[in-house]
Every structure is written in C-alpha cells, then in structure tokens.
C-alpha cells in the first residue's frame, strides 16, 4: 500500500488522505463531545510521540513515554473539568504530575544531560498538549459542546493550507521566509488568506456560534498564526535536518506536519474569544 502511494503525486496523496481523513474528524467532531475530545487525545499523543521522536533523532533523550502521559492527561482533565463532571481544583493535578519529571531524570544515571532532556520533555507538553487541550476547552466553553466553532476552526486551518498550496505552486515567486522554508512563498500565503476568507465569510452565515466580525478574526488569527507555525516546524525540522515529521499520514507528513499550524492557532484563537465572545 505505501509503495502504491509512494509512486502518486504529492497532491494526489493530498487528496487520498482528505478523502479518507475529513469525513472520519468530522464524524468524530460532530457525534458527540467525548468522541471530539477523544479524537484530540489520541491525535495529541501521536503528535508529541512524535516531536519526542525526532528529538531522539538528534541526540537528546526526552522522556517520551511519560511525557505524552502527562499531554493526554491534561486534555482528559480538560474534558471532565470544562463538562462540570469534575471540579476545577482537580486542574492542580497538572503540578505534581509535571513536578515528577524531575524526579524520574534524577534517577537515569545514563542521562549525560538531564537538564536539557527536562526542558525538552516540557517543551513537547507546552508545545502539542497544551494547544490541544485548549481546543477542547475551546469547544466546550460555558459548558456547553459548539462542534460548528472546532469544525469552523479546521475549514479555514485546511482552507488556508489548500489555498497556500495552489497558490504557491501556481504564482509562488517571492520568498516569504526562505532561510527557514524556501518553498513558502508570499503568494502562496496571499492565495491562503483568500481561500480562508471565503470560508469565513460562508462560516458567518452558516455558524451562528460566533457572531461574522469574530469569524473573520479568527480566520485572520489563523492565517498569520498558522503560516507562523508551520514555519516554527520548520525551523525545527531544518535544526535536526529532516524534511518531513514523518510519513504517517499520505502527502503531508507526519502528524507534525498536519497540525503544527493549529498548535500555534490555538492560544491565540481561545484568548480572542474569551476576551471579545
């Protein structure tokens, strides 16, 4: 099967993967709250698998294991807190959980830098579980699930994307940030922002969740944020020189490539509206 695909088009991958993908997310997304929080769970341990994968490419030793543990335990104590099943004190739990890293390191006595293995374990916490976790909280703000504001979110991530992706295939001349990704082009993102801008103007009419001046910000706040984190990756990736997270899912990557731009979104999206919603 992968050699099969291995031998398509890069944009026929694309389309073989939203096919099968899309309709998969926006079942899970849309059949009931703990389905949407347990997609985001098992998506967030893969993708911090993930980031603790490559680091071990380079050298360094984070505690993989453990680490995700503690990523999907938040958005778990995200989902229970934010549907009032559990009290928000229990959101305390983090600390201690957390705190154990350093004890766990204190006893690898192999670990020839356990401080620098420390900082990267937390990184891959703030940077994947974190963002993931606010999503669920996101979506579950005032105690009530609004499935259309998550499903909001991905079309204009996937429509900023799409659009990025003709356009810069297309028109792609200038280069928007070449010493980091030098395929990424100004036109590609000008053609981004177009496409999410549409989307957010059907999403106006058609998801009454946020009122249309909200969804054209967050559209924008997606555009730049999501342009942003995905040249974040890339930094990333070029640092330990690899060109792609991985292969799991077909003409993308891997699970970092797909949602390094929404890892960056999300804090920004959730403060916007809980700010100005």
Request: hydrophobic content about 50%; charged content about 15%.
């Amino acid at each position: 099967m992968k050699q099969r695909l291995a031998s398509l088009t890069n944009l026929q991958q694309r389309v073989i993967a939203a096919v099968a993908g899309v309709p998969f997310i926006l079942f899970m997304i849309w059949y009931a709250d703990w389905t949407f929080a347990l997609l985001f769970c098992v998506v967030s341990a893969l993708t911090q698998r993930e980031f603790y994968r490559l680091l071990g490419l380079d050298g360094f030793e984070p505690l993989t294991a453990y680490g995700t543990i503690v990523g999907v335990m938040i958005c778990i104590l995200a989902y229970f807190i934010e549907t009032d099943q559990i009290g928000t004190g229990n959101y305390f739990i983090i600390c201690p959980a957390s705190s154990m890293i350093f004890l766990i390191k204190l006893y690898k006595k192999r670990d020839m830098k356990p401080f620098t293995n420390i900082g990267f374990t937390f990184l891959g916490i703030i940077y994947v579980a974190m963002p993931f976790a606010l999503l669920i909280i996101l979506a579950l703000r005032g105690g009530t699930y609004h499935p259309a504001i998550i499903t909001g979110c991905l079309l204009l991530l996937w429509a900023s994307d799409i659009g990025a992706y003709f356009a810069g295939t297309k028109f792609g001349r200038r280069k928007l940030f070449e010493r980091v990704s030098p395929k990424k082009s100004w036109e590609g993102s000008l053609g981004g922002a177009a496409a999410a801008g549409l989307v957010a103007l059907g999403l106006a009419f058609w998801a009454p969740e946020l009122k249309p001046w909200q969804w054209y910000c967050v559209g924008g706040i997606i555009v730049v944020t999501g342009t942003y984190g995905d040249l974040v990756e890339s930094l990333f990736k070029r640092s330990i020189a690899i060109k792609d997270s991985g292969s799991s899912i077909p003409g993308h990557g891997g699970f970092l490539d797909r949602f390094d731009g929404l890892l960056l979104a999300a804090p920004f999206i959730i403060t916007f509206l809980k700010l100005f919603a």
